[in-house]
Structure formats: structure tokens, C-alpha cells
């Protein structure tokens, strides 16, 4: 590995320390990270394995004779919570650094990991793009605390927080900051597709997202009240987040918890379809159990601790309201009652699924079609279905436990 050549300003500083502290025979996930900071051709923009790393065109503005001076963009600096990220997080900040709009500073928070995520990170840094990485004493155990303690160490107007495992898109910060040149937006996020559309579980992910970002969230944000600025990508005003002490740790739900906040606060939430991320999302139905156990109980838990703030706005309670009674009556009417009426009474109940069906094609087909994924989305549409009754399992599950037995949840598991 001596002979590999590596760019001055690539992510490979100090490849050769890591290798010596951590043998690749001995930590295989640290490999493909590794060979990730070698010279590669570019990658295509679309949304697949490598999505969001491609070539970065840059021009120079040159200011016009009489032109007024363009305003100062505030300064950003980009927070990345990482356990045990060793195999994505090279091609996280490697994103970072194709931005058209790079970040002041860039802070990864490694909680203790145990596969060399912070050398890797180290390894990252270099002149176009300074990485910091700081490591608290033990792990923090959950991702808002982790959020936190690196909170602590940002001194820019705005913070951007990004997952471990999340590319960006090459103009995603550039397209996502005027949303906050407005003093009356708290917050800002973007859209969110999956790196990879591959599994059962990803497929259904997939047309979930299509469906949401392509469908609610723009009708949330006409209102500027997006349910959730997504914790994968979202953009908040640094003195606010201060103000309330970081991310809440009080539910496992951190990121639909902070949105509301910023609701109760008074301020609003923009939506940027033009900011796009691209996560990570569960491979497996052992990773996507936890995923949605997360997700299921963070919401019955932020309804419980925020209930009434959210009554003293009004699109919130509507949006809440709305949410609950999908998760509930209408899921169960369309997974159970559904399927008993046309074993018992008559088949053709059967042709309410067909009704649904343009509902959710025309959203999920739209989005799909400038991204050339139009075969992409039609495949997966059965997955959509499988992951629907899954779902509404699960947030059964979690009103069950949160609200009649009392069994919160109370330990964060990653669903990757």
C-alpha cells in the first residue's frame, strides 16, 4: 500500500497512519473507505450507489461596474454525529467537499466509535476542506447528545446537520441557505432520496419518499410547516439552537421534536425540493425493525411532551391531528377493514386499492421522471405496499407501548 498515489487535497492525508493502527485484514468496513480516498473517475449524479459525488463545475462572478456589493452569506459550519461510521463517512465528507457552496467549518463528533471512523475523518481533512473531529470521553448514547456536545464548539450563524452515512447532492448547501435569509425561518431542509434502491426494504423507502417529498411536503411547505425538517439534513439558525440547549434528548425523535420547537417558537420551517441528500437507508428487515421502532415511538413520544404547544398552532395541531388519524383509523381501514369486507361481504372492495393507486402514482411518477427513474419507481411499487403494512405494525406497536402499558423507549439504535 506504500505505492498508492494519492491527491494533495484529497481525503488521504494520513492513510498510511490508519492503515498501520488499523489493518485492513483486521477491520475489513475501514477498506472500501479506504480505497474511497484514492483518485477515481467521476460519479454520476443520479440516485445510485454513488450518487451525489460527481464533477463540480465552478465560475467566477465577476461583479458589474456599478453592480450593488451581493450580501454576506452568513457563515455555516456542518455538524456529522458519527458510531461506528467507517465505511460512509469518507464519501460523506468527500460530498462536503464538492460542494458549489462549501461550509465554514466542518465538525464530526466521533461518539467513541470502535472501527476508526475519527481517523478516517482526519484522514479527510485537508487544505480545501479543514475537518475537525472531536471525540467525547464516553459515548454519548443517542444522536441528539452526540449533536450536542459538538454544538458546543460551533461559532458560525448557522448549523448544518448531516448523518454519517448521507451524501449530498453538489449544490444541495448552495440551493438550501436562501431559504434562511429570512429572520422569521427557524429552520431549513431538502429533499431526501435514497443512495440505494436495491433490497425489498430500500424499494418501498424509495417510493415512500417520492410520495412524501413529492406530495405533502410541498403542500407543508406552501404553509412553511413542514411536519419534520429531516435529521439528516437540516439546516438551524446556531443562537436559537443554543437557546434551547441543542436537540432534545427527552424523546428518541430529536429531529420531528426540534421542528415543532421551532413552531411553538413562533418561526417557520422551509421546504427546498432542490436540496437533495441522499442517505443511507435500511438494507435489511433487521435494520429497518429498528428504524421504524425508532421512528414510531419519537413521534407518539413528541405528540406526548409537546401536545400543548401544538394545540397553540393551528396548521401544526391540523398537521398532527391529520397524522394520527392515518397512522390509526385509516391504516387500519385500509390493512384490515378492507381486506375482512372483501373475504366476507364481496370482492369488490378490493377495487378501493385500485382507487388509491393514481393517488400515489401521479406524486411518486412526477418525481420520478426528471430524475430518468421512471422504471426505477414502477419496480418498486410493490415493495411500497409490503412496507405500508409494516408501518402501520409497528406505530401500532408503539401507541400501544408509549401510551396503555407504558413502555417507553428510551435507548436509541441505529437503523443501518
Known amino acids: 500500500m506504500s505505492s498508492l498515489s494519492l491527491r494533495a487535497s484529497g481525503c488521504a492525508w494520513h492513510v498510511e497512519l490508519v492503515m498501520s493502527v488499523y489493518p485492513l485484514q483486521e477491520t475489513p468496513k475501514i477498506a472500501p473507505a479506504l480505497r474511497r480516498l484514492l483518485p477515481r473517475r467521476h460519479r454520476p449524479s443520479r440516485a445510485s450507489d454513488d450518487v451525489g459525488l460527481g464533477p ?5 462572478r465577476v461583479p458589474q461596474p456599478g453592480a450593488a456589493e451581493p450580501k454576506a452569506r452568513p457563515t455555516l459550519t456542518v455538524l456529522i454525529p458519527a458510531y461506528n461510521e467507517a465505511a460512509s463517512i469518507a464519501d460523506t465528507l468527500e460530498s462536503i467537499r464538492r460542494q458549489t457552496q462549501r461550509p465554514d467549518h466542518v465538525i464530526v463528533i466521533d461518539d467513541c466509535s470502535k472501527d476508526g471512523t475519527g481517523e478516517i475523518a482526519r484522514a479527510c481533512s485537508g487544505p480545501d476542506l479543514v475537518v475537525t473531529v472531536v471525540r467525547p470521553e464516553k459515548n454519548r448514547g443517542c444522536k441528539a447528545s452526540a449533536l450536542n456536545y459538538g454544538l458546543d464548539f460551533v461559532t458560525d450563524e448557522l448549523t448544518l446537520a448531516i448523518d454519517a452515512d448521507t451524501t449530498l447532492a453538489p449544490d444541495a448547501i448552495e440551493k438550501l441557505l436562501p431559504a434562511m435569509d429570512s429572520p422569521r425561518v427557524g429552520a431549513a431542509c431538502g429533499m431526501v432520496i435514497p443512495r440505494h434502491v436495491r433490497s425489498l426494504w430500500e424499494r418501498g423507502r424509495y ?11 410541498p403542500i407543508q411547505d406552501y404553509y412553511e410547516r413542514p411536519m419534520i425538517a429531516s435529521g439528516c439534513f437540516a ?5 436559537w439552537l443554543k437557546e434551547q440547549r441543542g436537540w432534545p434528548t427527552r424523546t428518541v425523535g430529536e429531529d420531528m421534536d426540534l421542528t415543532w420547537q421551532v413552531y411553538i417558537g413562533k418561526q417557520t420551517v422551509r421546504f427546498v425540493p432542490e436540496a437533495v441528500c441522499y442517505p443511507i437507508e435500511p438494507p435489511t428487515f433487521d435494520f429497518l425493525r429498528k428504524q421504524l421502532t425508532r421512528w414510531s415511538h419519537g413521534f407518539v413520544q413528541c405528540v406526548r ?37 372483501a373475504i366476507t361481504v364481496h370482492p369488490l372492495f378490493l377495487l378501493a386499492y385500485l382507487l388509491d393507486l393514481p393517488a400515489l402514482l401521479v406524486p411518486v411518477l412526477a418525481k420520478a421522471w426528471p430524475r430518468g427513474e421512471v422504471k426505477q419507481a414502477l419496480l418498486s411499487l410493490p415493495a411500497f405496499y409490503v412496507i405500508r403494512f409494516v408501518n402501520f405494525y409497528f406505530v401500532f406497536k408503539a401507541f400501544w407501548d408509549e401510551l396503555v402499558v407504558q413502555r417507553r423507549l428510551k435507548t436509541f439504535e441505529k437503523g443501518h
Request: a neutral charge.
Open 235 to 239: 439546516m438551524f439558525r446556531t443562537a
Open 207 to 217: 417510493i415512500e419518499y417520492l410520495y412524501a417529498f413529492g406530495f405533502y411536503k
Open 305 to 341: 411532551v409537546n401536545w400543548q404547544g401544538i394545540l397553540e398552532v393551528p396548521y401544526l395541531r391540523m398537521m398532527v391531528a391529520v397524522a394520527l388519524w392515518d397512522a390509526t383509523f385509516a391504516a387500519a381501514a385500509y390493512l384490515i377493514a378492507l381486506p375482512l369486507l
Open 56 to 60: 463540480v463545475p465552478r465560475t467566477e
